[in-house]
C-alpha cells in the first residue's frame, strides 16, 4: 500500500532472526547432540545414521542418574523452602511493619545480590569446614568440644549456602509483590470487621498467592542451575548434581558430549516445565491486577515492642548472609599467602598483610580476567538491552502478529539453565563453521542469549508503563515512526534500560558456569578466574581479587544509582 | 473537512464490528461531535482519522486530501495526515518542557526564529506563554490539557480532533474549558471532531452531533434538533432524561391529537396521517407543578411525589400520576417533598412525537445536505 511502508515489520524480522539463532537454534543442535552418537564438530553430526537412544541408555544404566536426579531434587527444593521462608520474612519485615532500620535491611539485600555466588561460597567454606572452618574454631573453644559441629560438605551444608545465595532475590520478588498491593483491599475487609488474622488469610495471602508460586518457580529454577555450591562442595561432599555431571562430562577425561547433552536437555525439559507453570501463575497475577504499577502507600502493622524482636532477627539473618561471608574473605585476603588459610584467631592478626593485594595486581590471569569480563559486561549489557528494548516494545506496543511468539522466545532462556546454554553454544559453534570458538566472542554472544530473558522482564515492565498515548501524539504531531520512537518512547524508557543494563553488567561479572563451558585460555572471565585459583589452592590470593571484584560491582551499582536518579524521569 | 465514507474497523478476526460502515460529513470550519456511550466505536473513528487504527475498508478524506482508501490502496502514515490531536489524557510529554512539547509538531521548520515565533504564538493562544520552561509533570490538569491543546494546534493542521479532551477535569474546570475551546475553534475556524460521551458537551460545544450505538450513527444533526426530536427512544434516554409516555386510540380534536396514556387523556402536537399508538417524548423540564385550581385543565393530572433530590438549580422529582412514574425538574421556589399531593401540567406544544422506525440507522450523513434541508424547512 502506498505510504504504509511499515518499518515495524522489517524490524520485527531482524529481531525475530536474532532471537531464533540466539535460542532456538542453539536449543536445536543440543537436542540433536543428545541423540547422535557423533561428537560435536564431526562430519557425521548431521547426517540421520548418527541417531541413537545410546546416549539416553547411558544415562540410565548403573543408577547414576537416579542418585543425580535425588540430590538435585533435595537440593533445589530444600534451598528453595528455606530462602523462600526467610526472604518472604525480611520482605515482609521491610515493606508491611514498622520495624526499625528497614532501609538499612533493603541495601544489605542489594548488594547481597551483587556478590558473586562463587566468593560466598568460597567464604562459607571458610567459615564451617571442619578442619580450618573459623565458626567450627570458635564453638569448640567456647563450648569445649571435642569435635567441629558443623560441616559445609554435606547436603546440609549445601543447602545452607545456596539459599543465602538466593535470599536476596526472593526478598525482590516478594518485596515487590507486597509493595504493589492496594492497601485498599485489605481495608476494605477490615473495615468489614474481620480482624488482621482473618484478613491476611482471606485477603492478603490469595491476593499474593500468584506471585508466591511465581517467586518459588524462579527459585526452584536457579536452585537447578546453579554450579558454584554443587561444585565447590558438592564435590568433595560426593552429592553429585546435574549441573556437576555436564560440566564433568564436558571438562574432564574421558569426555562424554552425547551424555552431557542428555543431562542438558532433561535439566532443560523439567525446568521448561516449571517455566510453563511461572507463565500460567504470572497470566493469573494479571488478572487480579494486583501489580498495578500504581504507587501505592503499603499499610503497614504496628508490632508495638516486638519490632526489636522482628528488626533482631532480621539483623541475625544479614550477618550470616552478607556479615560473616564478608569478614571472613576480608581476613583470608589480608592473611599472608606461604601459610595457606588458617582461622580468625588473634594470634594470627599479626601475620596479616598487604602481600595478598600485591600479589594479585600483579598476576596475568587477574588483570587478564578484569579486562575480560569489563569488556563482556559493557558489551553483553549494551547490546542485550538495544535489543530487548526493541523486543519488548514489538510485544507490549504493536499488534505484528507473531509477537505473543517473540514474547515467549525472548523469556525462555529464563528456564534455560546456564549450563545447558554453555553446552548448547559448545555444540552450535563446534558443528558450524563459524570461527568463534576460542575466541572471546563465543562467551559475548552466550552472556547476550542468557541474559535476554531478565532484561526481557525489566524492558517490559516499563514498556508497559509508558502510556501508548504519548507514542500515538508523536506520531499524530508529525514524526516518523523513528523519530517518535527515538525522541519519546526511548528517554521515557531510559530509568528501565538502565536498570536491566545495570543488572546485566553485574551478572556478567557474576557469571560463571556457563562460561566455564566455552572458555579457553587467554579469555578467561572473572568466575572463571577465581574457579582456577581456587583450584591451585592459592586462597589468600583468591581472598583478595574476591574483594576487588567486590569493591568494583559495588562502586558500579552507586554509580548506577547516581546517575539514574539524575537522569531518571518520574512519570507521575 | 473530514469525508468519511463506508468506514468499517472490525476487530477480533471480524467478530467484532467496532465501526460498521459509516459516512459522515464534517463541514469545513465546523465542529462534529461523535456522541455514544463507551464501546460505540466514536473513538475508533476518531483513530482511524488519525491514522492511529488501520480500518477494514472504506474511504476518510483529511481537508482535500485522501488519507485511507481501501480501493485505491492508499493509508498514510499518522505524520503524513497533517492533523491535530488532543488525547483522552493529553500525553504530554514528562521528560520534556511545554516549549518543547509543544514545538515537536514544528521540528521540520529549520529556522530557529521562525519556530520559537510560533510555538510562542501556539502558547498564547491558550494563555501558557509564562510556563514555556516548566517541565511537563508540573503542570496541573487544565494547563496539560491547554499544552495539548497547543501542541494540536501549533503546525496548523488542516483538522483538529479531540478524543474525550475534558473527561479528566473537575466539574468547574471542564465547563471553563468547554468556553475556552468553542472560542478557540470559532476564532481559528478550524475544521474540529470531537469525540465525548457526554451529552451536555455535546450540544454545548457542537454544530453537528451524530450519535452513535454500537459502531453506527444513530442520530445526525444540530444539537438543537438532536435534543428537542431526537430520531428514537434510544435516542432520547441518551441525549437527557425524558419521560416517555405510550399512547393508543389516538384522534384528532380541534387541530390538536388525543389519546389514551396511563397518565390519562393526553392532547398533544402531531404531524401528517394519524397513527393508531404512538410514544410521546416529554422532557423534564416541561412538567410543571401545579395548583389545584388547574385540575380541570387538559393535560393536568393529580400524583404523589415518591421521592425528592436538591439539585441547586432545581428539585428532581419523582412523581406517581396513576401508576406511571414522571420525572419533572421543579423550580427552587416550590419546594416540593417526599409524601406530597400534587398536579402536574404538561403542554401539548412541549409533547413530542417520537418516530414509529426507531431501529433503521442513519448510513450517510451527508451534512451539506443535510444542513440545506434544516434551513430549507424553517
Same mark, same amino acid.
Given at each position: 500500500?502506498?505510504?504504509?511502508?511499515?518499518?515495524?515489520?522489517?524490524?520485527?524480522?531482524?529481531?525475530?532472526?536474532?532471537?531464533?539463532?540466539?535460542?532456538?537454534?542453539?536449543?536445536?543442535?543440543?537436542?540433536?547432540?543428545?541423540?547422535?552418537?557423533?561428537?560435536?564438530?564431526?562430519?557425521?553430526?548431521?547426517?540421520?545414521?548418527?541417531?541413537?537412544?545410546?546416549?539416553?541408555?547411558?544415562?540410565?544404566?548403573?543408577?547414576?542418574?537416579?542418585?543425580?536426579?535425588?540430590?538435585?531434587?533435595?537440593?533445589?527444593?530444600?534451598?528453595?523452602?528455606?530462602?523462600?521462608?526467610?526472604?518472604?520474612?525480611?520482605?515482609?519485615?521491610?515493606?508491611?511493619?514498622?520495624?526499625?532500620?528497614?532501609?538499612?535491611?533493603?541495601?544489605?539485600?542489594?548488594?547481597?545480590?551483587?556478590?558473586?555466588?562463587?566468593?560466598?561460597?568460597?567464604?562459607?567454606?571458610?567459615?564451617?569446614?571442619?578442619?580450618?572452618?573459623?565458626?567450627?574454631?570458635?564453638?569448640?573453644?567456647?563450648?569445649? %568440644?571435642?569435635?567441629?559441629? %558443623?560441616?559445609?560438605?554435606?547436603?546440609?551444608?549445601?543447602?545452607?549456602?545456596?539459599?543465602?545465595?538466593?535470599?536476596? %532475590?526472593?526478598?525482590?520478588?516478594?518485596?515487590?509483590?507486597?509493595?504493589?498491593?492496594?492497601?485498599?483491599?485489605?481495608?476494605?475487609?477490615?473495615?468489614?470487621?474481620?480482624?488482621?488474622?482473618?484478613?491476611?488469610?482471606?485477603?492478603?495471602?490469595?491476593?499474593?498467592?500468584?506471585?508466591?508460586?511465581?517467586?518459588?518457580?524462579?527459585?526452584?529454577?536457579?536452585?537447578?542451575?546453579?554450579?558454584?555450591?554443587?561444585?565447590?562442595?558438592?564435590?568433595?561432599?560426593?552429592?553429585?548434581?546435574?549441573?556437576?555431571?555436564?560440566?564433568?562430562?564436558?571438562?574432564?577425561?574421558?569426555?562424554?558430549?552425547?551424555?552431557?547433552?542428555?543431562?542438558?536437555?532433561?535439566?532443560?525439559?523439567?525446568?521448561?516445565?516449571?517455566?510453563?507453570?511461572?507463565?500460567?501463575?504470572?497470566?493469573?497475577?494479571?488478572?487480579?491486577?494486583?501489580?498495578?504499577?500504581?504507587?501505592?502507600?503499603?499499610?503497614?502493622?504496628?508490632?508495638?515492642?516486638?519490632?526489636?524482636?522482628?528488626?533482631?532477627?532480621?539483623?541475625?539473618?544479614?550477618?550470616?548472609?552478607?556479615?560473616?561471608?564478608?569478614?571472613?574473605?576480608?581476613?583470608?585476603?589480608?592473611?599472608?599467602?606461604?601459610?595457606?588459610?588458617?582461622?580468625?584467631?588473634?594470634?594470627?592478626?599479626?601475620?596479616?598483610?598487604?602481600?595478598?593485594?600485591?600479589?594479585?595486581?600483579?598476576?596475568?590471569?587477574?588483570?587478564?580476567?578484569?579486562?575480560?569480563?569489563?569488556?563482556?559486561?559493557?558489551?553483553?549489557?549494551?547490546?542485550?538491552?538495544?535489543?530487548?528494548?526493541?523486543?519488548?516494545?514489538?510485544?507490549?506496543?504493536?499488534?505484528?502478529?507473531?509477537?505473543?511468539?517473540?514474547?515467549?522466545?525472548?523469556?525462555?532462556?529464563?528456564?534455560?539453565?546456564?549450563?545447558?546454554?554453555?553446552?548448547?553454544?559448545?555444540?552450535?559453534?563446534?558443528?558450524?563453521?563459524?570461527?568463534?570458538?576460542?575466541?572471546?566472542?563465543?562467551?559475548?554472544?552466550?552472556?547476550?542469549?542468557?541474559?535476554?530473558?531478565?532484561?526481557?522482564?525489566?524492558?517490559?515492565?516499563?514498556?508497559?508503563?509508558?502510556?501508548?498515548?504519548?507514542?500515538?501524539?508523536?506520531?499524530?504531531?508529525?514524526?516518523?515512526?523513528?523519530?517518535?520512537?527515538?525522541?519519546?518512547?526511548?528517554?521515557?524508557?531510559?530509568?528501565?534500560?538502565?536498570?536491566?543494563?545495570?543488572?546485566?553488567?553485574?551478572?556478567?561479572?557474576?557469571?560463571?558456569?556457563?562460561?566455564?563451558?566455552?572458555?579457553?585460555?587467554?579469555?578467561?572471565?572473572?568466575?572463571?578466574?577465581?574457579?582456577?585459583?581456587?583450584?591451585?589452592?592459592?586462597?589468600?590470593?583468591?581472598?583478595?581479587?574476591?574483594?576487588?571484584?567486590?569493591?568494583?560491582?559495588?562502586?558500579?551499582?552507586?554509580?548506577?544509582?547516581?546517575?539514574?536518579?539524575?537522569?531518571?524521569?518520574?512519570?507521575? | 473537512?473530514?469525508?468519511?465514507?463506508?468506514?468499517?474497523?472490525?476487530?477480533?478476526?471480524?467478530?467484532?464490528?467496532?465501526?460498521?460502515?459509516?459516512?459522515?460529513?464534517?463541514?469545513?470550519?465546523?465542529?462534529?461531535?461523535?456522541?455514544?456511550?463507551?464501546?460505540?466505536?466514536?473513538?475508533?473513528?476518531?483513530?482511524?482519522?488519525?491514522?492511529?487504527?488501520?480500518?477494514?475498508?472504506?474511504?476518510?478524506?483529511?481537508?482535500?486530501?485522501?488519507?485511507?482508501?481501501?480501493?485505491?490502496?492508499?493509508?498514510?502514515?499518522?505524520?503524513?495526515?497533517?492533523?491535530?490531536?488532543?488525547?483522552?489524557?493529553?500525553?504530554?510529554?514528562?521528560?520534556?518542557?511545554? /516549549?518543547?512539547?509543544?514545538?515537536?509538531?514544528?521540528?521540520?521548520?529549520?529556522?530557529?526564529?521562525?519556530?520559537?515565533?510560533?510555538?510562542?504564538?501556539?502558547?498564547?493562544?491558550?494563555?501558557?506563554?509564562?510556563?514555556?520552561?516548566?517541565?511537563?509533570?508540573?503542570?496541573?490538569?487544565?494547563?496539560?490539557?491547554?499544552?495539548?491543546?497547543?501542541?494540536?494546534?501549533?503546525?496548523?493542521?488542516?483538522?483538529?480532533?479531540?478524543?474525550?479532551?475534558?473527561?479528566?477535569?473537575?466539574?468547574?474546570?471542564?465547563?471553563?474549558?468547554?468556553?475556552?475551546?468553542?472560542?478557540?475553534?470559532?476564532?481559528?475556524?478550524?475544521?474540529?471532531?470531537?469525540?465525548?460521551?457526554?451529552?451536555?458537551?455535546?450540544?454545548?460545544?457542537?454544530?453537528?452531533?451524530?450519535?452513535?450505538?454500537?459502531?453506527?450513527?444513530?442520530?445526525?444533526?444540530?444539537?438543537?434538533?438532536?435534543?428537542?426530536?431526537?430520531?428514537?427512544?434510544?435516542?432520547?434516554?441518551?441525549?437527557?432524561?425524558?419521560?416517555?409516555?405510550?399512547?393508543?386510540?389516538?384522534?384528532?380534536?380541534?387541530?390538536?391529537?388525543?389519546?389514551?396514556?396511563?397518565?390519562?387523556?393526553?392532547? /398533544?402536537?402531531?404531524?401528517?396521517?394519524?397513527?393508531?399508538?404512538?410514544?410521546?417524548?416529554?422532557?423534564?423540564?416541561?412538567?410543571?407543578?401545579?395548583?389545584?385550581?388547574?385540575?380541570?385543565?387538559?393535560?393536568?393530572?393529580?400524583?404523589?411525589?415518591?421521592?425528592?433530590?436538591?439539585?441547586?438549580?432545581?428539585?428532581?422529582?419523582?412523581?406517581?400520576?396513576?401508576?406511571?412514574?414522571?420525572?419533572?425538574?421543579?423550580?427552587?421556589?416550590?419546594?416540593?417533598?417526599?409524601?406530597?399531593?400534587?398536579?402536574?401540567?404538561?403542554?401539548?406544544?412541549?409533547?413530542?412525537?417520537?418516530?414509529?422506525?426507531?431501529?433503521?440507522?442513519?448510513?450517510?450523513?451527508?451534512?451539506?445536505?443535510?444542513?440545506?434541508?434544516?434551513?430549507?424547512?424553517?
Amino acid at each position: 500500500m502506498r505510504g504504509s511502508r511499515d518499518p515495524r515489520k522489517i524490524i520485527f524480522i531482524a529481531v525475530a532472526a536474532i532471537l531464533v539463532w540466539q535460542i532456538a537454534i542453539p536449543l536445536a543442535i543440543l537436542l540433536w547432540g543428545s541423540v547422535s552418537d557423533s561428537r560435536p564438530g564431526a562430519g557425521d553430526f548431521f547426517s540421520v545414521t548418527s541417531f541413537t537412544l545410546d546416549n539416553f541408555a547411558r544415562a540410565v544404566e548403573g543408577g547414576r542418574t537416579t542418585d543425580v536426579l535425588i540430590n538435585t531434587t533435595i537440593f533445589a527444593t530444600g534451598t528453595t523452602a528455606l530462602a523462600f521462608v526467610l526472604g518472604t520474612y525480611l520482605a515482609w519485615v521491610v515493606e508491611r511493619t514498622n520495624t526499625p532500620f528497614r532501609a538499612f535491611i533493603t541495601i544489605m539485600m542489594i548488594l547481597r545480590l551483587i556478590l558473586p555466588g562463587i566468593l560466598t561460597t568460597i567464604s562459607w567454606i571458610f567459615l564451617a569446614s571442619p578442619r580450618v572452618g573459623t565458626l567450627n574454631h570458635w564453638a569448640m573453644d567456647i563450648f569445649g %568440644l571435642s569435635e567441629p559441629p %558443623l560441616n559445609i560438605y554435606s547436603m546440609a551444608g549445601m543447602i545452607w549456602v545456596e539459599a543465602m545465595d538466593i535470599l536476596p %532475590l526472593v526478598f525482590l520478588l516478594m518485596g515487590a509483590a507486597l509493595r504493589s498491593m492496594d492497601p485498599s483491599l485489605e481495608e476494605a475487609s477490615l473495615v468489614s470487621g474481620k480482624g488482621l488474622l482473618r484478613t491476611t488469610s482471606r485477603i492478603t495471602l490469595p491476593l499474593i498467592l500468584p506471585a508466591i508460586l511465581a517467586t518459588i518457580i524462579l527459585v526452584l529454577i536457579r536452585g537447578i542451575e546453579t554450579f558454584e555450591t554443587p561444585a565447590l562442595i558438592g564435590i568433595p561432599a560426593q552429592k553429585f548434581t546435574f549441573v556437576v555431571e555436564i560440566w564433568r562430562q564436558t571438562s574432564t577425561t574421558p569426555t562424554d558430549f552425547g551424555l552431557a547433552a542428555v543431562y542438558a536437555v532433561l535439566i532443560l525439559a523439567f525446568c521448561s516445565c516449571l517455566l510453563w507453570l511461572y507463565n500460567r501463575m504470572t497470566r493469573h497475577a494479571d488478572m487480579f491486577a494486583v501489580i498495578s504499577g500504581k504507587a501505592f502507600r503499603p499499610r503497614r502493622t504496628d508490632l508495638g515492642g516486638m519490632r526489636w524482636v522482628t528488626c533482631g532477627a532480621s539483623m541475625v539473618i544479614i550477618m550470616f548472609s552478607l556479615g560473616l561471608p564478608m569478614i571472613i574473605l576480608l581476613w583470608a585476603s589480608f592473611y599472608p599467602p606461604y601459610r595457606g588459610f588458617q582461622p580468625i584467631t588473634m594470634d594470627a592478626v599479626p601475620l596479616l598483610s598487604w602481600d595478598n593485594y600485591r600479589e594479585v595486581l600483579d598476576n596475568d590471569l587477574v588483570q587478564r580476567a578484569f579486562v575480560n569480563s569489563t569488556f563482556l559486561g559493557l558489551t553483553s549489557a549494551t547490546v542485550t538491552v538495544l535489543l530487548i528494548t526493541v523486543v519488548a516494545w514489538i510485544t507490549v506496543k504493536t499488534k505484528i502478529r507473531g509477537r505473543k511468539w517473540l514474547d515467549h522466545l525472548a523469556f525462555a532462556p529464563i528456564a534455560i539453565p546456564a549450563i545447558t546454554m554453555g553446552v548448547a553454544f559448545l555444540w552450535l559453534y563446534l558443528t558450524l563453521p563459524i570461527p568463534v570458538y576460542g575466541t572471546i566472542w563465543i562467551l559475548l554472544l552466550l552472556y547476550i542469549a542468557r541474559f535476554t530473558a531478565v532484561a526481557m522482564r525489566i524492558m517490559s515492565a516499563s514498556m508497559t508503563q509508558v502510556n501508548d498515548e504519548l507514542h500515538e501524539a508523536a506520531e499524530v504531531a508529525g514524526a516518523s515512526w523513528l523519530r517518535s520512537f527515538r525522541t519519546v518512547t526511548m528517554p521515557l524508557l531510559r530509568p528501565g534500560m538502565l536498570a536491566a543494563w545495570i543488572f546485566v553488567l553485574v551478572h556478567a561479572y557474576r557469571e560463571l558456569s556457563a562460561s566455564l563451558i566455552v572458555y579457553s585460555h587467554g579469555n578467561e572471565p572473572i568466575g572463571v578466574a577465581i574457579f582456577d585459583i581456587w583450584e591451585n589452592g592459592s586462597y589468600g590470593l583468591l581472598s583478595a581479587f574476591g574483594i576487588l571484584v567486590v569493591l568494583a560491582l559495588v562502586f558500579f551499582s552507586i554509580v548506577a544509582r547516581v546517575v539514574s536518579g539524575r537522569y531518571g524521569v518520574k512519570d507521575e | 473537512m473530514i469525508e468519511v465514507t463506508s468506514l468499517l474497523k472490525t476487530f477480533e478476526g471480524g467478530a467484532v464490528r467496532a465501526v460498521d460502515d459509516i459516512s459522515f460529513t464534517v463541514p469545513a470550519g465546523s465542529v462534529l461531535t461523535l456522541l455514544g456511550p463507551s464501546g460505540c466505536g466514536k473513538t475508533t473513528t476518531m483513530r482511524s482519522i488519525a491514522g492511529l487504527e488501520k480500518p477494514d475498508s472504506g474511504e476518510l478524506k483529511v481537508g482535500e486530501k485522501v488519507v485511507y482508501s481501501s480501493r485505491q490502496k492508499v493509508n498514510l502514515r499518522p505524520n503524513r495526515r497533517n492533523v491535530g490531536m488532543v488525547f483522552q489524557s493529553y500525553a504530554i510529554w514528562p521528560h520534556m518542557t511545554v /516549549f518543547d512539547n509543544v514545538s515537536y509538531p514544528l521540528k521540520g521548520e529549520t529556522d530557529r526564529a521562525a519556530l520559537r515565533e510560533r510555538t510562542v504564538r501556539a502558547l498564547r493562544l491558550v494563555d501558557l506563554e509564562h510556563l514555556a520552561d516548566r517541565r511537563a509533570p508540573k503542570l496541573s490538569g487544565g494547563q496539560q490539557q491547554r499544552v495539548a491543546l497547543a501542541r494540536a494546534l501549533v503546525a496548523e493542521p488542516d483538522v483538529l480532533l479531540l478524543d474525550e479532551p475534558l473527561s479528566n477535569l473537575d466539574a468547574k474546570l471542564r465547563d471553563t474549558m468547554r468556553k475556552e475551546i468553542r472560542e478557540l475553534q470559532q476564532s481559528l475556524d478550524i475544521t474540529t471532531l470531537y469525540v465525548t460521551h457526554d451529552q451536555s458537551e455535546a450540544l454545548a460545544i457542537s454544530d453537528l452531533v451524530a450519535v452513535m450505538s454500537q459502531g453506527q450513527i444513530v442520530d445526525f444533526g444540530d444539537p438543537e434538533r438532536i435534543y428537542s426530536k431526537p430520531r428514537s427512544r434510544a435516542v432520547a434516554d441518551f441525549i437527557g432524561m425524558a419521560n416517555v409516555v405510550d399512547v393508543s386510540g389516538i384522534r384528532i380534536s380541534d387541530g390538536w391529537w388525543l389519546g389514551d396514556s396511563g397518565l390519562g387523556p393526553l392532547v /398533544f402536537q402531531g404531524e401528517g396521517d394519524t397513527p393508531h399508538s404512538c410514544s410521546v417524548l416529554i422532557r423534564l423540564e416541561d412538567l410543571q407543578l401545579v395548583g389545584p385550581e388547574e385540575a380541570d385543565e387538559a393535560n393536568v393530572w393529580p400524583g404523589n411525589v415518591v421521592s425528592v433530590l436538591y439539585l441547586g438549580g432545581y428539585w428532581d422529582c419523582v412523581i406517581d400520576v396513576n401508576g406511571q412514574r414522571l420525572r419533572s425538574q421543579v423550580p427552587r421556589r416550590q419546594r416540593p417533598s417526599a409524601g406530597d399531593r400534587v398536579y402536574v401540567r404538561v403542554s401539548a406544544r412541549s409533547c413530542y412525537v417520537l418516530p414509529e422506525d426507531e431501529s433503521q440507522p442513519i448510513l450517510d450523513a451527508d451534512a451539506e445536505e443535510h444542513l440545506a434541508a434544516e434551513s430549507s424547512t424553517s
